[in-house]
């Protein structure tokens, strides 16, 4: 495959891996690719993605990101919107470990964070966007229901 300017290098792709188990974030497989949190091409970054900018995914979950998860990306901080400029400040949640984490930009290394603090950093990134339970309003304002 042809290198983009977007694509990570590889000590970053080893690094994400590294850092997140060799697993998939969403669904513990392993059979990973480099997840952008946040969107490139078209007008997104040409830039090559820093450590708390990916995410160990694997292709089925990835691309599931862009369609049916969508929602549950955001609300998970799997992706980011492009607007946002530091995606470290949103925490990632694992299913598997029931866990948040807060991602590090300079090292490969991710902290847990209690639930708690978690929607904290939400809240300060999104404000009243972000619903806890059910995630980041399709836009601003836009009503939304609690999720169970
Ligand atoms: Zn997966």
Redesign the pocket.
Known sequence: MKSRGSDPTPAIRMGVYERDGHR??????HDLTFQHRQAVGMGGSKHRPRLDQGLA??????S?YEADLHQAALRFGWKVPRWVEHAGLVPVFVPAEGRWYRLAHTCARRDHVTHAEAMRMMHEVYGDDYVEGAGLRPFPGAPMGRAA
């Open positions: 998939c974030v969403s669904c513990g497989r995914a694997c292709g089925t979950c990835n599931r």
